[in-house]
C-alpha cells in the first residue's frame, strides 16, 4: 500500500474506535477525520469542501422542514389516530400491523428520521392514554420505518447520499422508484416478521420518568365535539374515551343538560360539550385527538394569527384581581390576550363550566398565550410564578391541510419527475416559511444539523479511501477471499461487509466508506458495478441490531427504556432476512452484465 493508503487506514481506524466507545459526537470525530486527511496530504481542499456542496444535504434540510411542519400543524394527525384505534385492546398482531404497515409505507416518501421524529411522541401519547407500554411498539416502528425507507431514492437521507456517490462514479443517476422493486419485499416480509415476533421477543420497559414520577396534579379542561367530528353518533367507549390512562371523562353536557351517568355505551353528538379531569401530560394530549376541540377553540381566533403561541402555566398570587372573580367576569381572554384551558385546584375537582369558576388564590391556570405573556407577566402581582410548558407546543391546526396538500404535491412532482426533487422540496419548504405556516425558529428546530455535517463529511472520507489506493487494496483482499463464490457471494459479501460497517458507524460513513471498495471489487471481477452500488443503499440503511447503528434506534432507545441487547433480540432475524433477499432480488433490476 502507499503512504497515503496507511495514513488512510489509520485515520479510519481511530475515528471507528472513538464512534464504538461514544465518548464524543460522531461529528466532531468525522470532522476530525476529514480534517486529518487534510493536514495529511491525503485529500485537497476542493476535496474537504466538495461534501458541503452536494445536493443531497439541501434535500434532505427541506424535507426535514416538511415533517416539521406536519409536527407543528398537526397534519395527518387523523389519519394517525386512527390508524392506531380508539384505545381498544385487540391482539397485539393485530396493533403492530396498524402501527408499522402504514408506518413503512409513509416512509418511502418522507427522510426517516424527520419521520419518527413526528411519529415516535403521537405512538408514545397514544400508548400512555391507553394504559399501554411503548417499548412494545417504538422499536417495531423505527424498523418498520427503516425498511420502508429502503423502498424509494427519497426515503432516507443515506439513499440521496449514495445516488450523490452513484453520480460522481459515472453513473446515471438513480430515479425515485428505481429500488422499488427490491425494497417493497424486503419491506412486506421485514414487517411482516415484525408483526409475529415483536410480541414474543419484545419485553415490557419502563422509562426512567415512569419511575421517578411525582403525584400528579389534575386539571381540569372542557373539550367540545365540533361539526362534522368522527366521535360524531359513536359510544364513548367507541371514541375511545372509556379508558383513557390518567384522564377521566366526568362531565357530559347536551343543550344545557348535564348528563349524570356517562356510561360506556352512551352516544356522543356534536356540539357536546365534554369536562375531562387528569394529569397535564393527558390534558395536553387531548387537544391532539382527532374528533375533540377546546372549548375555548373560538376565543382563539387573534391568536390563531400567532403562530409562536405557546402553553404557561400560571399560579394565580394571593393580591391578584383575578381572586374571587371568574374568567368570564373579569375578562380573561381581552384582559391578557390568552385563554385558558385548563385549571387545577390542589385536592378540588372543579364543578361546571372554566368561564363560571370563582378563581381563589393558589389555583394553576394552563393558558393558551402568545410568545411575550411569560416575560410580561413574570413580575406581574396577578400572577405568583408563570412558566412555559417547554415539553409540549399548541397544535397549529389551522394551516393542517395545506401542509397535507404541499407533502401529497410532492409526492406527485418528484414521482412523476414533473420537477426535480431538490427544487420542489426547497420551494415548498420556503413557500411554508414564508406564508408563515412555519417560523424560522420551527424550521431551525427541525433540522437535525448532526446529520447534515456527517453527511458532509462522510464524502471526504470516501474520496480518501478512493484515492490513496484503500479501496484497491480491501477490494484485492475480498477477491481473494470470496471470489471463488461468484457474483452473487461478493454481493453478499459487500452487503455483509457494509451491513457490519454501519452497526458501528454512521449510515453515511458506512456508505462512504464502502462505496469505492464496492466498485473496486466489481471492477476487479469484471462485473456491473451498478448493483454493488445499490447492495450499499440497503447494507448501510437496514440496521436492526444495536441503538446506535442508525439515528431512529437511538431516538426510540430511551423513549422506550430500552437495553442495548433488546435491539438486536429483534434485530437478528431481520438482518438474516436482508442478508439472504437482497443479493437475489438486486441482480433482478441491476444484471451483473
Same mark, same amino acid.
Given at each position: 500500500?502507499?503512504?497515503?493508503?496507511?495514513?488512510?487506514?489509520?485515520?479510519? %481506524?481511530?475515528?471507528?474506535?472513538?464512534?464504538?466507545?461514544?465518548?464524543?459526537?460522531?461529528?466532531?470525530?468525522?470532522?476530525?477525520?476529514?480534517?486529518?486527511?487534510?493536514?495529511?496530504? @491525503?485529500?485537497?481542499?476542493?476535496? @474537504?469542501?466538495?461534501?458541503?456542496?452536494?445536493?443531497?444535504?439541501?434535500?434532505?434540510?427541506?424535507?426535514?422542514?416538511?415533517?416539521?411542519?406536519?409536527?407543528?400543524?398537526?397534519?395527518?394527525?387523523?389519519?394517525?389516530?386512527?390508524?392506531?384505534?380508539?384505545?381498544?385492546?385487540?391482539?397485539?398482531?393485530?396493533?403492530?400491523?396498524? =402501527?408499522?404497515?402504514?408506518?413503512?409505507? @409513509?416512509?418511502?416518501?418522507?427522510?426517516?428520521?424527520?419521520?419518527?421524529?413526528?411519529?415516535?411522541?403521537?405512538?408514545?401519547?397514544?400508548?400512555?392514554?391507553?394504559?399501554?407500554?411503548?417499548?412494545?411498539?417504538?422499536?417495531?416502528?423505527?424498523?418498520?420505518?427503516?425498511?420502508?425507507?429502503?423502498?424509494?431514492?427519497?426515503?432516507?437521507?443515506?439513499?440521496?447520499?449514495?445516488?450523490?456517490?452513484?453520480?460522481?462514479?459515472?453513473?446515471?443517476?438513480?430515479?425515485?422508484?428505481?429500488?422499488?422493486?427490491?425494497?417493497?419485499?424486503?419491506?412486506?416480509?421485514?414487517?411482516?416478521?415484525? =408483526?409475529?415476533?415483536?410480541? #414474543?421477543?419484545?419485553?415490557?420497559?419502563?422509562?426512567?420518568?415512569?419511575?421517578?414520577?411525582?403525584?400528579? #396534579?389534575?386539571?381540569?379542561?372542557?373539550?367540545?365535539?365540533?361539526?362534522?367530528?368522527?366521535?360524531?353518533?359513536?359510544?364513548?367507549?367507541?371514541?375511545?374515551?372509556?379508558?383513557?390512562?390518567?384522564?377521566?371523562?366526568?362531565?357530559?353536557?347536551?343543550?344545557?343538560?348535564?348528563?349524570?351517568?356517562?356510561?360506556?355505551?352512551?352516544?356522543?353528538?356534536?356540539?357536546?360539550?365534554?369536562?375531562?379531569?387528569?394529569?397535564?401530560?393527558?390534558?395536553?394530549?387531548?387537544?391532539?385527538?382527532?374528533?375533540?376541540?377546546?372549548?375555548?377553540?373560538?376565543?382563539?381566533?387573534?391568536?390563531?394569527?400567532?403562530?409562536?403561541?405557546?402553553?404557561?402555566?400560571?399560579?394565580?398570587?394571593?393580591?391578584?384581581?383575578?381572586?374571587?372573580?371568574?374568567?368570564?367576569?373579569?375578562?380573561?381572554?381581552?384582559?391578557?390576550?390568552?385563554?385558558?384551558?385548563?385549571?387545577?385546584?390542589?385536592?378540588?375537582?372543579?364543578?361546571?363550566?372554566?368561564?363560571? =369558576?370563582?378563581?381563589?388564590?393558589?389555583?394553576?391556570?394552563?393558558?393558551?398565550?402568545?410568545?411575550?405573556?411569560?416575560?410580561?407577566?413574570?413580575?406581574?402581582?396577578?400572577?405568583?410564578?408563570?412558566?412555559?410548558?417547554?415539553?409540549?407546543?399548541?397544535?397549529?391546526?389551522?394551516?393542517?391541510?395545506?401542509?397535507?396538500?404541499?407533502?401529497?404535491?410532492?409526492?406527485?412532482?418528484?414521482? %412523476?419527475?414533473?420537477?426535480?426533487?431538490?427544487?420542489?422540496?426547497?420551494?415548498?419548504?420556503?413557500?411554508?416559511?414564508?406564508?408563515?405556516?412555519?417560523?424560522?425558529?420551527?424550521?431551525?428546530?427541525?433540522?437535525?444539523?448532526?446529520?447534515?455535517?456527517?453527511?458532509?463529511?462522510?464524502?471526504?472520507?470516501?474520496?480518501?479511501?478512493?484515492?490513496?489506493?484503500?479501496?484497491?487494496?480491501?477490494?484485492?483482499?475480498?477477491?481473494?477471499?470470496?471470489?471463488?463464490?461468484?457474483?452473487?457471494?461478493?454481493?453478499?459479501?459487500?452487503?455483509?461487509?457494509?451491513?457490519?460497517?454501519?452497526?458501528?458507524?454512521?449510515?453515511?460513513?458506512?456508505?462512504?466508506?464502502?462505496?469505492?471498495?464496492?466498485?473496486?471489487?466489481?471492477?476487479?471481477?469484471?462485473?456491473?458495478?451498478?448493483?454493488?452500488?445499490?447492495?450499499?443503499?440497503?447494507?448501510?440503511?437496514?440496521?436492526?441490531?444495536?441503538?446506535?447503528?442508525?439515528? %431512529?434506534?437511538?431516538?426510540?432507545?430511551?423513549?422506550?427504556?430500552?437495553?442495548?441487547?433488546?435491539?438486536?433480540?429483534?434485530?437478528?432475524?431481520?438482518?438474516?432476512?436482508?442478508?439472504?433477499? %437482497?443479493?437475489?432480488?438486486?441482480?433482478?433490476?441491476?444484471?451483473?452484465?
Amino acid at each position: 500500500m502507499s503512504v497515503d493508503a496507511w495514513i488512510t487506514l489509520g485515520v479510519i %481506524t481511530v475515528a471507528v474506535v472513538l464512534l464504538v466507545l461514544d465518548r464524543f459526537n460522531p461529528t466532531v470525530i468525522m470532522g476530525g477525520a476529514v480534517l486529518a486527511l487534510f493536514v495529511a496530504g @491525503v485529500i485537497d481542499e476542493g476535496q @474537504v469542501l466538495d461534501g458541503f456542496a452536494n445536493e443531497s444535504l439541501a434535500i434532505v434540510a427541506a424535507l426535514y422542514v416538511l415533517a416539521g411542519a406536519a409536527d407543528v400543524t398537526g397534519a395527518f394527525e387523523g389519519v394517525t389516530s386512527r390508524l392506531l384505534g380508539n384505545g381498544a385492546r385487540s391482539r397485539p398482531y393485530r396493533e403492530l400491523l396498524r =402501527v408499522c404497515g402504514p408506518s413503512a409505507a @409513509v416512509s418511502a416518501f418522507i427522510a426517516n428520521t424527520p419521520l419518527v421524529a413526528m411519529l415516535a411522541p403521537r405512538v408514545v401519547r397514544w400508548c400512555r392514554r391507553t394504559g399501554r407500554s411503548p417499548s412494545r411498539y417504538l422499536m417495531p416502528l423505527s424498523y418498520a420505518i427503516i425498511l420502508g425507507g429502503s423502498m424509494t431514492m427519497i426515503g432516507t437521507s443515506t439513499n440521496l447520499f449514495v445516488n450523490d456517490l452513484i453520480d460522481k462514479a459515472g453513473f446515471e443517476r438513480l430515479s425515485v422508484f428505481s429500488i422499488f422493486g427490491i425494497g417493497l419485499p424486503l419491506a412486506i416480509g421485514g414487517v411482516g416478521l415484525l =408483526v409475529l415476533l415483536a410480541p #414474543r421477543l419484545l419485553r415490557e420497559r419502563h422509562t426512567p420518568t415512569d419511575s421517578l414520577a411525582e403525584p400528579e #396534579r389534575e386539571f381540569t379542561v372542557e373539550m367540545t365535539i365540533p361539526a362534522n367530528s368522527p366521535l360524531d353518533g359513536a359510544t364513548v367507549a367507541e371514541a375511545g374515551l372509556r379508558n383513557l390512562d390518567g384522564v377521566f371523562l366526568v362531565e357530559v353536557e347536551r343543550a344545557q343538560k348535564v348528563l349524570a351517568a356517562i356510561g360506556p355505551n352512551l352516544p356522543l353528538a356534536a356540539g357536546d360539550r365534554l369536562v375531562f379531569v387528569g394529569n397535564l401530560a393527558r390534558v395536553l394530549d387531548l387537544h391532539r385527538m382527532a374528533g375533540l376541540v377546546s372549548a375555548e377553540a373560538r376565543h382563539f381566533d387573534d391568536l390563531a394569527r400567532n403562530p409562536q403561541r405557546r402553553f404557561v402555566e400560571a399560579v394565580i398570587s394571593n393580591g391578584s384581581p383575578l381572586v374571587g372573580s371568574s374568567l368570564k367576569v373579569s375578562g380573561f381572554r381581552r384582559r391578557y390576550a390568552s385563554a385558558v384551558v385548563a385549571i387545577h385546584r390542589s385536592g378540588e375537582q372543579l364543578k361546571g363550566k372554566l368561564g363560571d =369558576v370563582r378563581l381563589r388564590a393558589g389555583d394553576v391556570l394552563l393558558v393558551l398565550a402568545g410568545p411575550d405573556f411569560a416575560q410580561r407577566y413574570r413580575q406581574h402581582r396577578d400572577f405568583a410564578v408563570v412558566a412555559p410548558v417547554n415539553w409540549d407546543r399548541p397544535l397549529r391546526g389551522e394551516h393542517a391541510r395545506v401542509v397535507e396538500v404541499c407533502i401529497a404535491g410532492l409526492l406527485v412532482v418528484a414521482g %412523476t419527475g414533473l420537477m426535480g426533487l431538490m427544487q420542489a422540496s426547497l420551494l415548498l419548504a420556503f413557500g411554508l416559511v414564508l406564508a408563515k405556516i412555519v417560523t424560522l425558529e420551527d424550521a431551525r428546530r427541525s433540522i437535525d444539523a448532526t446529520v447534515l455535517l456527517l453527511m458532509a463529511t462522510s464524502f471526504g472520507i470516501g474520496l480518501a479511501v478512493q484515492e490513496s489506493g484503500l479501496a484497491l487494496t480491501i477490494a484485492n483482499l475480498v477477491m481473494g477471499a470470496a471470489g471463488s463464490l461468484g457474483a452473487y457471494g461478493l454481493l453478499t459479501a459487500v452487503l455483509g461487509a457494509t451491513m457490519l460497517v454501519t452497526e458501528v458507524v454512521s449510515n453515511t460513513a458506512a456508505a462512504a466508506l464502502m462505496f469505492p471498495i464496492a466498485i473496486e471489487i466489481a471492477a476487479q471481477a469484471g462485473l456491473n458495478a451498478l448493483p454493488f452500488a445499490v447492495v450499499i443503499i440497503f447494507g448501510a440503511s437496514l440496521s436492526f441490531l444495536t441503538p446506535i447503528g442508525y439515528q %431512529t434506534n437511538t431516538m426510540v432507545w430511551a423513549m422506550g427504556g430500552y437495553r442495548y441487547t433488546d435491539f438486536a433480540r429483534l434485530g437478528v432475524p431481520l438482518t438474516i432476512l436482508v442478508l439472504v433477499a %437482497t443479493p437475489v432480488l438486486v441482480p433482478v433490476f441491476f444484471p451483473f452484465h
